[in-house]
């Protein structure tokens, strides 16, 4: 009974972790794609456990040899993430250093630099948890009703009242689905660390088409700069953050240059070139990218090519843009990284600062794990970066 327990976890761990090299073929196994190399370290202690426990106890010459094979392999696999680590974080310091300069965050004060994660990976946050800390929460606030959809934005500010930097947060979730109360952890930390967090709805596909979405995210920074002074946001120091859909009308919204004084734009693994992502998909195709877009657009490329071409951020870059921050997982099935790097490529050549992070091991939706590895990697960077934006 023991034995075949034993065989039991060590199976288990072994299929759990052929997620991080095996993409997901389709939607229904998508979080075992994502959440795998995110839970990697327990993984590794699991596979290591079942080694020991083996080696002391084995009894049947066979079935030791074929749990050592599991158990060796599992190690191995779920190795993977923090053996490409050290890597990531050379490359990452580098491109932070050489865009924003080598002394990019001199001019935070010693109490705004210990409110900074120390390191990019920290084993124990993936046991304990990143810690939030206290905050003001206001949820399902209301700023608009366009055709009668009432649309709510979630409020996160700092326990002290003032006037602080704002993080504008849109949700992913293909245009399709998804609410403010999203990724909330990530909206508690930020604001636990002096910024007034403002995460917005917008209307949905297919019952709403581009460009409804877009006119939704103006009309929650109308709401924000007719309502600054109540909700301690100073609004020359605002940055849009998104994911996924979310970082997609994100870029449009910081890249469009109106009135509002947009400071720097977040944007993680968002589709950036909607024609050639159409012509383009990924292999395996777990979402189905072709519906995903016709849905959002209202047909395909040859049907509205102009149409395409004005939800597509990369079509939107031009001089003088906000710095951006692109952060791309190497094993994305959603949105490849080589679209990231396109975008990346064309902000800087037309002279805009941008910045672009990449996590090896990730999958789309990598940050669903908010303690995961890639989460604690893509957060030591982007509060880097927005503290250095917003000044």
Aim: proline share 8%.
């Amino acid at each position: 009974m023991y034995y075949r327990l034993l065989q039991l976890i060590i199976g288990i761990g072994l299929f759990l972790s052929l997620w991080i090299v095996v993409p997901a073929p389709t939607f229904s196994v998508l979080p075992l794609g994502v959440g795998a190399p995110e839970i990697s370290p327990g993984l590794m202690v699991l596979h290591a456990i079942a080694l020991l426990l083996t080696v002391l106890y084995h009894s049947h010459r066979t079935a030791f040899r074929i749990m050592m094979i599991g158990g060796l392999l599992g190690v191995t696999l779920s190795s993977l993430p923090l053996l490409q680590l050290p890597k990531a974080i050379q490359q990452a310091n580098t491109v932070m250093n050489a865009t924003l300069g080598s002394s990019y965050l001199a001019h935070l004060s010693p109490i705004q630099h210990a409110q900074l994660r120390p390191h990019p990976f920290n084993i124990l946050d993936c046991i304990r948890q990143i810690p939030l800390g206290k905050i003001r929460q206001d949820l399902g606030i209301p700023f608009a009703q366009p055709d009668g959809q009432p649309l709510t934005l979630n409020l996160y500010r700092p326990l002290q009242k003032g006037t602080y930097p704002a993080v504008v947060v849109i949700y992913g979730g293909a245009w399709q689905r998804g609410s403010p109360d999203h990724n909330d952890q990530f909206s508690q930390y930020l604001a636990a660390r002096g910024y007034v967090v403002w995460a917005i709805s917008y209307r949905h596909a297919p019952s709403y088409q581009f460009p409804a979405q877009l006119e939704d995210v103006r009309s929650a920074l109308r709401f924000m700069q007719a309502h600054a002074g109540d909700y301690d946001t100073d609004l020359n120091r605002v940055a849009l953050l998104g994911r996924s859909a979310g970082g997609h009308l994100a870029m449009l919204a910081a890249y469009e240059q109106g009135d509002f004084p947009i400071q720097a734009v977040v944007s993680y693994y968002s589709p950036v070139d909607l024609a050639n992502g159409y012509d383009d998909p990924p292999s395996p195709d777990p979402i189905d990218v072709k519906a995903v877009l016709e849905a959002f657009i209202g047909g395909d490329p040859r049907q509205f090519p102009e149409k395409y071409k004005q939800a597509s951020p990369i079509h939107a870059v031009q001089p003088d843009l906000p710095p951006s921050l692109l952060v791309y997982g190497g094993q994305d099935h959603l949105v490849q990284i080589k679209f990231g790097r396109r975008m990346h490529q064309k902000l800087k050549a037309a002279g805009n600062t941008a910045v672009m992070i990449e996590i090896p091991w990730a999958e789309h939706a990598f940050d669903a794990i908010f303690s995961g590895v890639s989460n604690q990697f893509a957060l030591y960077y982007t509060e880097r970066f927005l503290a250095w934006a917003l000044v």
